[in-house]
């Protein structure tokens, strides 16, 4: 949903301590429409910062530190034109204090919109697509399949039988796995991706990592971007799996929220309590955020869970 990051003064420099180190432990990628080289994790993807290419000046990324509101402070959302719908609407305040939005005179951050897309048939389907390109594929809306098996039912929104079902997530591992401290996900059957993705999570440039035992997560290895989370008990049959896919790399045509594909849960973000423990006004303001935008855009909160998986197995 965004990047937060922190600007260190100029000249102080990350320490890395024995045996990583930066060329070693990090991969690297620069974009055309940006002066910042971005460094990630070459085993889990997780984001550390980046240095701009101009001034030297490093910024850092605030999830992977043990942190509080009073170490890194958020100021204000940039680039907001730039995408469109995207978390400074959920977070204009943090506690008492307003939460700026800056853009720069111009065009430079003007959007560039996706176009809706379909597949052969002329049905709607979702472009899912990293910065760099390297792994791309798309979703469907839910199919009549979705709505026969009772498992799949669960994943579709409550409220628009067109749409799946969102949710924000402030755990500890999904944190520490981005370096972010808001992650999204939608939650999709596995075999309605196309191109086909494997159990081992393997498309284009995507690389896998098992954070915890059991899950896996993927991300891009040439630009770093979370691809996708998997966990071994979300499923019913051995051809039946469910996946996380990272809102943030949907290339919806109404903005990063992809508010015509999916419905929010609002009524409270994924682990709230997870993310309290780890800086509570972050949190809490996030939602409020949360929840006032919900009411106004849906008239009421939105609350539902995942379904819980019967496995049964197919051989």
């Known amino acids: 949903?965004?990047?937060?990051?922190?600007?260190?003064?100029?000249?102080?420099?990350?320490?890395?301590?024995?045996?990583?180190?930066?060329?070693?432990?990090?991969?690297?990628?620069?974009?055309?429409?940006?002066?910042?080289?971005?460094?990630?994790?070459?085993t889990c993807?997780?984001?550390?910062?980046?240095?701009?290419?101009?001034?030297?000046?490093?910024?850092?990324?605030?999830?992977?530190f043990a942190q509080r509101e009073g170490n890194f402070v958020i100021i204000e959302h940039i680039f907001t034109k730039s995408a469109p719908a995207?978390?400074?609407?959920?977070?204009?305040?943090?506690?008492?204090?307003?939460?700026?939005?800056?853009?720069?005179?111009?065009?430079?951050?003007?959007?560039?919109?996706?176009?809706?897309?379909?597949?052969?048939?002329?049905k709607d389907w979702l472009r899912a697509?990293?910065?760099?390109?390297?792994?791309?594929?798309?979703?469907?809306r839910p199919t009549p399949e979705v709505f026969q098996d009772e498992y799949n039912r669960g994943l579709v929104s409550p409220v628009d039988p067109t749409k799946w079902k969102a949710m924000t997530d402030a755990c500890n591992d999904c944190r520490q796995n981005t370096g972010f401290q808001l992650?999204?996900?939608?939650?999709?059957?596995?075999?309605?991706?196309?191109?086909?993705?494997?159990?081992?999570?393997?498309?284009?440039?995507?690389?896998?990592?098992?954070?915890?035992?059991g899950n896996i997560r993927s991300f891009c290895r040439?630009?770093?971007?979370?691809?996708?989370?998997?966990?071994?008990?979300?499923?019913?049959?051995?051809?039946?799996?469910?996946?996380?896919?990272s809102t943030g790399i949907l290339r919806a045509p109404d903005g990063v929220r992809a508010d015509s594909w999916l419905t929010w849960r609002t009524e409270e973000l994924g682990w709230f309590d997870a993310g309290c423990k780890y800086d509570r006004e972050l949190y809490v303001s996030l939602n409020e955020g949360h929840r006032d935008w919900g009411r106004r855009v849906y008239g009421s909160l939105t609350d539902f869970k995942l379904p819980s998986p019967h496995y049964s197995s197919a051989q």
């Open 1 to 42: 949903m965004g990047f937060t990051y922190a600007k260190l003064p100029g000249g102080v420099l990350p320490r890395f301590i024995d045996p990583s180190a930066l060329e070693r432990s990090t991969r690297r990628y620069k974009s055309a429409q940006t002066s910042l080289i971005r460094h990630f994790c070459s």
């Open 45 to 64: 993807g997780c984001h550390i910062g980046g240095i701009n290419e101009s001034t030297g000046i490093w910024q850092v990324s605030p999830g992977i």
């Open 86 to 122: 995207g978390l400074h609407e959920w977070l204009p305040k943090i506690g008492p204090r307003s939460v700026r939005v800056w853009n720069p005179d111009g065009n430079i951050a003007e959007p560039r919109m996706p176009q809706p897309e379909k597949d052969e048939n002329g």
């Open 129 to 140: 697509e990293c910065a760099c390109g390297g792994v791309s594929f798309t979703i469907p």
């Open 183 to 213: 992650n999204a996900w939608v939650y999709v059957p596995l075999k309605l991706i196309k191109p086909r993705i494997g159990l081992d999570l393997t498309h284009g440039f995507m690389q896998t990592y098992s954070s915890t035992p």
């Open 222 to 245: 040439v630009c770093g971007a979370t691809v996708l989370f998997w966990g071994e008990e979300r499923h019913t049959t051995d051809d039946n799996y469910v996946v996380n896919i």
